[in-house]
């Protein structure tokens, strides 16, 4: 299992491997919001968590569909499938590693960012909450959304259709947290909400996602 | 491990291709594939495999034994030969790569990115891979293709090797690659439809 | 006949040549009972009821309204049922009929959409609130289209009957996450603005509130609602039966059978 | 013969108006591909029944 992380995030980093693709389209849809909501901070103070949230989950939806679709085309997938590895675990790593390359690097750029939005000094804190405990599941979902589309060729259009429904629940409770944070407001409620929804999911979309990447494998 | 098989019935999308296949690989031996394109030898391949479920029989002793090489070799173009042999050795739980690079004469290229290789390189390199699981049934779906003159001697190499310590092998191929393995010809077995007003789940 | 029996019987509705047979014969009784009971209750309903003392006349919208969200949401869980069954016991005329529903579903959402929408005009003021209820559809909306779209995206029939399948399962769960989340969501937007929420225009705090004048006829429309949806699902299964077989038969063709 | 709908008249007809468009569209949509397909398979069974 390891074995496959460190390859997953080697091959990230790697020439063509996509890392920053994710970070410079959560940057450059940040930067335009402005242009097109005008540039009054109180405005953008307002709207600045949900912004931010609603751009991280578009970014994370962006490298949903090389996440299993590059190892399907190579003939990894089956090599994987008939190796000791069980697929839920393949899918977890894959899910792990996809939340390192894209997740984690949005959580830790999404502060910088929150300054171009004038995101009022105490929504700091709780943007960076929300967003570490949130992002794993936007990554988990994902996952599951990429496994069912897999084998197909215009998955990507579809991809996007299936999982952001699925995504609902996240980005309500997470850009909540967020929001509440920032005009001072309790957060716990959302909080455990959003924390409660990334453990089941993690816990029970693997094998949901093996279940379906095994049919497309047939 | 004896792999036998018992009346097996296989599908391809929902349509039985082969059936009433029966066989048994002996530690040791070589069986060869044999049978017009499109019978369905990938597909026999995959399900001995496990990737596929077959639609009626049994197959024993297959499970966590097979090491299946398909069309494609999984290789990752981004890393080098001993990465992308070291990541599947890791996979499988063995430790070491040596024997797969002298098998298939890769020392020469340990170093180079995957996707700088030749296509026959590559396949070399695909090959090695089933040296690396030390599983002790090989699958091999068309291996030699791209191969040249010496690689398929090399590979035939390795494959006796591989069967005088006890594995064996499955093959599907359509050259001469001077094993003494029995021929199982599959053009006998396939699947005869049914009448077409047996309008049943299978919608046939 | 025993219990046992009888759910053997049951099954056998599942060979689709059986299915064609029967349904074609109880088709006919469903089309004309649903339209009966919707005519008679749109009838009813429109010409001989009174306007409500607050919201006048827009009160005969309930008729249309109130059986489409019915429908809406029991034609979704009726796909979660029938993917279940077909992932259980692998009978394929259960996955096509989750897949033959699913449109009905799309129409349903809609129509408690539109006339949602159309009602809200004149009572909110607005076209458009993002009231929880009226949410919760909008997404539901949005999962009918993503498991259509997963439909039309595959090829190979029972692998595109599975994926469905586990879909709908999923989608489910997080369905009724998304119901809780929305409830929420709005409560935090503004706070104690519940004179907007829908629950308190339709659904059942109405019937309770305006007597029987209203729900006799609106009763009758949710039957013949039902009854519509089961002629329907039953007429596009057996299309989607004959696709099918339409499929197979050329598939065999190919294979040179 | 139509109730008197007060100052709502348009927005109840333009609900019934849309409802039943919308029911009938997919009644005959439903309608349609049923007897295409159905006309198509029996073409491809006498096709195959002919043809061996």
């Known amino acids: ?43 953008l103070a307002t709207i600045a968590a949900g912004v931010l949230w609603l751009g991280a989950l578009l970014a994370c939806l962006l490298s949903l569909d090389r996440l299993l679709a590059l190892d399907w085309e190579d003939g990894s997938l089956d090599l994987l499938a008939t190796a000791p590895l069980p697929l839920e675990a393949v899918v977890t790593v894959k899910a792990l590693a996809h939340w390192l390359t894209t997740g984690l690097p949005l959580v830790l750029a999404a502060p910088i960012l929150g300054v171009l939005l004038n995101l009022p000094v105490p929504g700091f804190f709780w943007l960076i909450v929300s967003l570490l405990v949130g992002t794993p599941a936007l990554s988990v979902i994902g996952t599951f959304g990429a496994a069912l589309t897999v084998g197909l060729k215009r998955g990507g259009l579809l991809l996007s259709l299936l999982v952001l429904p699925l995504y609902v629940p996240t980005l309500i409770f997470g850009a909540e947290v967020a929001r509440r944070g920032a005009i001072g407001m309790e957060t716990q409620t959302p909080l455990l909400m959003l924390a409660g929804i990334t453990a089941a999911t993690i816990a029970l979309l693997p094998f949901a996602s093996a279940a379906v990447l095994r049919i497309n494998l047939r | 491990m004896t792999l036998t098989v018992t009346d097996l019935t296989i599908t391809r999308g929902g349509i039985p291709v082969l059936e009433a296949l029966s066989f048994v690989l002996e530690p040791g031996r070589a069986l060869i594939l044999r049978g017009p394109n499109g019978i369905g030898k990938t597909t026999l391949l995959r399900t001995l495999a496990g990737l596929q479920p077959p639609l009626v029989g049994k197959i024993e002793g297959a499970e966590d034994q097979i090491a299946y090489a398909s069309h494609s070799d999984g290789l990752k173009p981004t890393l080098t030969v001993t990465e992308n042999l070291i990541f599947w050795a890791l996979v499988f739980g063995t430790d070491s790569i040596q024997p797969a690079i002298d098998a298939f004469a890769l020392n020469e290229l340990t170093d180079r990115h995957a996707g700088n290789l030749s296509a026959g390189q590559k396949r070399r390199l695909g090959l090695a891979r089933m040296l690396v699981t030390g599983r002790p049934i090989w699958m091999l779906d068309e291996p030699t293709v791209s191969l040249d003159k010496d690689a398929v001697q090399m590979f035939a190499d390795a494959v006796r090797a591989h069967l005088a310590q006890g594995g064996s092998a499955l093959i599907a191929t359509h050259i001469d690659l001077g094993l003494d393995g029995d021929i199982l010809d599959v053009g006998a077995n396939k699947a005869k439809p049914g009448p077409l007003d047996d309008f049943d789940g299978g919608f046939l | 006949m025993s219990i046992a029996a009888k759910a053997n019987a049951l099954w056998e509705y599942a060979n689709p040549r059986k299915f064609l047979a029967t349904s074609e014969r109880v088709l006919p009784f469903f089309w004309i009972t649903s339209m009966v009971c919707i005519g008679v209750g749109l009838v009813w309903g429109f010409f001989f009821t009174p306007d409500d003392y607050k919201q006048g006349s827009t009160v005969k919208i309930i008729y249309l309204h109130v059986p489409a969200a019915l429908m809406a949401i029991n034609c979704w869980l009726m796909m979660l049922v029938t993917s279940l069954i077909w992932l259980v016991r692998r009978h394929h005329v259960s996955a096509l009929a989750a897949r033959a529903a699913a449109p009905i579903g799309i129409v349903m959402t809609l129509i408690a959409l539109v006339t949602g929408a159309i009602w809200g005009q004149p009572m909110w003021g607005t076209w458009w609130a993002w009231d929880p209820r009226l949410t919760s559809f909008l997404i539901l909306f949005l999962f009918y289209l993503g498991y259509v779209a997963l439909w039309e995206a595959i090829e190979d029939p029972d692998t595109a009957a599975d994926l469905t399948s586990v879909l709908c399962l999923v989608g489910s769960v997080f369905a009724v996450l998304s119901r809780y989340a929305v409830n929420f969501w709005n409560q935090g937007l503004h706070q104690g603005a519940s004179v907007l929420r829908a629950g308190a225009v339709t659904g059942t705090d109405t019937e309770e509130k305006v007597s029987n004048i209203f729900f006799y006829p609106l009763l009758v429309c949710i039957i013949g609602f039902v009854l519509l949806f089961v002629a329907l699902v039953l007429y596009r299964t057996g299309t989607e039966i004959r696709a099918r077989r339409i499929k197979a038969l050329l598939a065999r063709e190919r294979v040179g059978g | 013969m139509i109730p008197d709908l ?29 007897r295409k397909v159905r006309a198509e398979m029996e073409k491809v069974e006498q096709r195959m029944t002919r043809n061996g």
Do not use: C, N
């Open chain 4, 6 to 34: 007060g100052k709502y008249t348009d927005t109840v007809l333009t609900s019934y108006a849309a409802s039943i468009l919308l029911l009938a569209a997919l009644i005959v949509f439903s309608v349609l591909r049923g």
């Open chain 1, 1 to 43: 299992m390891i074995a496959l992380l460190l390859r997953d995030l080697k091959l990230a980093f790697r020439a063509g491997g996509g890392f920053g693709l994710g970070l410079a389209f959560f940057l450059i849809v940040t930067v335009m919001v402005p242009f097109a909501v005008g540039p009054q901070s109180s405005l």
